[in-house]
């Protein structure tokens, strides 16, 4: 089993749709949950993280953390034409200073006007 | 606001040869990592390098790949005698604390081995 899957898409929604976007894990040890964007020939942006269980909200971003189901979720309420970009998700075990990140293959979303 | 600079951005090189990829972190960071990106392929760690050492490295950071800190500034990457198999885009990475979940990423740099 991978560590880390997200569904490559492409995604594709009109301008105002809630976006839920998600990945699965299987490495229990995990316990920070990042959210990146990244756009065409850029580097990869972080959105959100959260530590351990529970949820986060930025502005119109939300994360959702559920370790017993080793499952995370990014939405995007109200989504506009510049959030069309790759999101990928990362996640890393903690042990130390020097954590590695474990990423997911990306989810490509594209918000149609 | 600070970034992560890369150069160059792309590198076109023939088999066998030396590349080096070079990176300025943001200036008050302490922790640095290569990430490459196959394409079509997810991110995959290479190396942390922290206080002029490695600190951690994948299965893939074998010895054709090194890492040098030269002066305050920069952080470069070098593959040896480079591979096929080493196209990729480089992405190097900095953060203050050495916490992952505030590592700043550079625009990357797309290595095309011939």
């Known amino acids: 089993q991978k560590e880390v899957e997200q569904d490559p898409g492409p995604l594709s929604v009109p301008e105002g749709a809630i976006v839920s976007l998600n990945c699965t894990y299987s490495?229990?040890?995990?316990?920070?949950f990042m959210w990146y964007r990244q756009y065409s020939r850029k580097g990869p942006e972080l959105l959100m993280y959260?530590?351990s269980s529970g949820n986060k909200e930025d502005g119109r971003f939300t994360a959702q953390v559920d370790k017993s189901s080793k499952y995370i979720s990014l939405f995007i309420r109200d989504s506009q034409p510049s959030d069309s970009a790759t999101y990928l998700c990362?996640?890393?075990?903690?042990?130390?200073?020097?954590?590695?990140?474990?990423w997911g293959l990306g989810t490509s979303l594209a918000v149609n006007p | 606001e600070p970034e992560v600079t890369q150069t160059p951005s792309h590198q076109v090189t023939q088999m066998g040869q030396e590349v080096i990829l070079r990176c300025v972190p943001i200036?008050?960071?302490?922790?640095f990592y290569w990430y490459r990106q196959i394409l079509g392929q997810k991110v995959e760690f290479l190396v942390s390098?922290?206080?002029?050492?490695?600190?951690?490295k994948s299965e893939i950071f074998d010895d054709q790949f090194s890492v040098e800190r030269p002066d305050g500034s920069n952080f470069t990457l070098k593959i040896r005698s480079t591979k096929l198999e080493d196209s990729a885009m480089y992405f190097c990475?900095?953060?203050?604390?050495?916490?992952?979940?505030?590592?700043?990423f550079g625009q990357g740099t797309r290595l095309t081995v011939v």
């Open positions: 490495n229990s040890a995990f316990q920070y």
């Open positions: 390098f922290y206080n002029n050492e490695i600190s951690e």
């Open positions: 959260t530590y």
């Open positions: 990362a996640m890393s075990a903690g042990a130390g200073n020097n954590r590695k990140l474990i």
């Open positions: 990475a900095s953060s203050q604390q050495g916490a992952a979940t505030e590592a700043f």
């Open positions: 200036s008050n960071h302490l922790y």
